[in-house]
């Protein structure tokens, strides 16, 4: 049994657990005083959980290369974008910059082309990457358990993927081509990437493609069916509003800024011990209300286009037309939808535009400490023989002259 079955019984009228039927009153029409309180509430809870530390990553974009059609997506098929797919070296000198502003978590994040984009590539970058970036995880195209292992021994430890949305209909129209069509796949990808041993697990859906209240119940469900299924996991969620992106494509299911914290307030309350992400999709202002509320990882600083960092990868600038690369005209115009040093196309354009540390100075002054890593694969690492030698050096010592 996987997701799917219960995801299918909620939408055949299947009763909530209490749990989500506490989280759904939460989501009603809330007052202004109403509100607050429940900010509170949040703000109370995240401190007892998570102290006063926030979380940084950066995104590190590896290819715009796309072989599904998802209408909301900059990186879609079907859009004429200018795309590359960095070289291993290429990725290790973006981590490299992003190291030395002092990110210590990075995401690889990738369109869905196995040509460009295989678990062999995937692999070879985070060995490229591990020595020195002791947080390594990936939102890429979902694949079958096998495939993630290797990727797990290379030093990946987390794992994103979000539905994008939970709603069939609508995935169906929004999803016309590419394996990203097959729904139940998508869904049951955390689950297969727990088996290969992800130490951290995201999930999320995309505001703005169907109702954003039947969408965040679906949501906390599949958290609530992951946290008692795959407990030896810790979880992520985010809920990324859609921002503009090539393809010019406009949400038709809004959710405004209320809304946006009452949900964020309301997945706090509820499921105390799982982690929310902000991106940088959410405007400066937004963002400062809500580091305090219950947010404790985000992304600063970003760049949604391959290269976007240090401008690797413009050499091989290109087009792909049905899945066959086009190579530019010279006289081709060059531009980045995220304004970044590349001439790849972006994602989509990002609303916070401040640099990792002045990210990082806001939240000192706002009582917050920011985190660049918080954890390390020496914790696994069982003591090895060198490290005993001294010990029982010193233990053989003692024992003779005692």
Not at 88 to 107: D, N, T
Not at 249 to 274: I, N
Not at 298 to 310: K, L
Request: net charge negative; aromatic share 8%.
């Amino acid at each position: 049994m996987s997701f799917v079955s219960q995801l299918n019984a909620l939408d055949a009228g299947a009763p909530l657990s209490p749990l989500l039927t506490g989280f759904r009153s939460l989501l009603e029409p809330l007052s202004r005083e109403e509100l607050e309180s429940l900010a509170a509430r949040s703000v109370t809870t995240t401190r007892r959980n998570f102290g006063r530390t926030m979380r940084l990553f950066a995104p590190l974009y590896l290819s715009n290369e796309c072989v599904n059609n998802c209408s909301y997506c900059g990186f879609s098929r079907d859009n004429p974008i200018l795309r590359t797919t960095l070289t291993v070296p290429q990725v290790e000198k973006e981590a490299r910059h992003l190291s030395q502003l002092g990110f210590r978590h990075i995401l690889l994040v990738a369109g869905e082309h196995p040509r460009f984009v295989s678990e062999g590539y995937l692999a070879d970058c985070l060995s490229a990457l591990r020595d020195f970036i002791p947080t390594l995880a990936i939102e890429v195209g979902p694949m079958e358990t096998p495939e993630y292992e290797p990727l797990v021994r290379s030093g990946c430890e987390g794992l994103v993927v979000y539905q994008e949305t939970y709603d069939r209909a609508a995935y169906a129209a929004y999803h016309t081509a590419g394996p990203k069509k097959d729904f139940d796949w998508r869904l049951e990808c955390p689950e297969r990437g727990y088996a290969a041993g992800f130490r951290r697990i995201g999930i999320g859906a995309l505001v703005g493609l169907a109702d954003w209240r039947t969408e965040v119940l679906r949501l906390a469900a599949h958290l609530e069916y992951l946290l008692r299924t795959c407990w030896k996991a810790t979880f992520t969620i985010s809920l990324p509003r859609l921002r503009p992106a090539a393809g010019g494509f406009q949400p038709e299911h809004a959710m405004s800024d209320a809304e946006f914290v009452q949900t964020l307030c309301a997945f706090r309350v509820c499921f105390p011990q799982v982690g929310i992400v902000l991106s940088t999709r959410e405007s400066e202002s937004l963002r400062n209300a809500l580091f305090p509320l219950g947010i404790t990882s985000i992304s600063a600083g970003s760049h949604t286009e391959p290269g976007g960092y240090t401008g690797e990868g413009s050499n091989d600038v290109h087009l792909t037309v049905k899945g066959r690369r086009v190579e530019l005209e010279p006289e081709t115009p060059r531009s980045s939808c995220s304004g970044g040093a590349t001439n790849a196309t972006g994602q989509f354009d990002i609303a916070d535009e401040r640099s990792a540390g002045e990210v990082a100075s806001y939240l000192r002054e706002i009582g917050l400490e920011p985190v660049w890593k918080d954890w390390d694969s020496a914790i696994l690492s069982t003591v090895s023989e060198r490290e005993k030698e001294p010990f029982l050096a010193g233990s053989d010592s003692l024992l003779l002259t005692s």
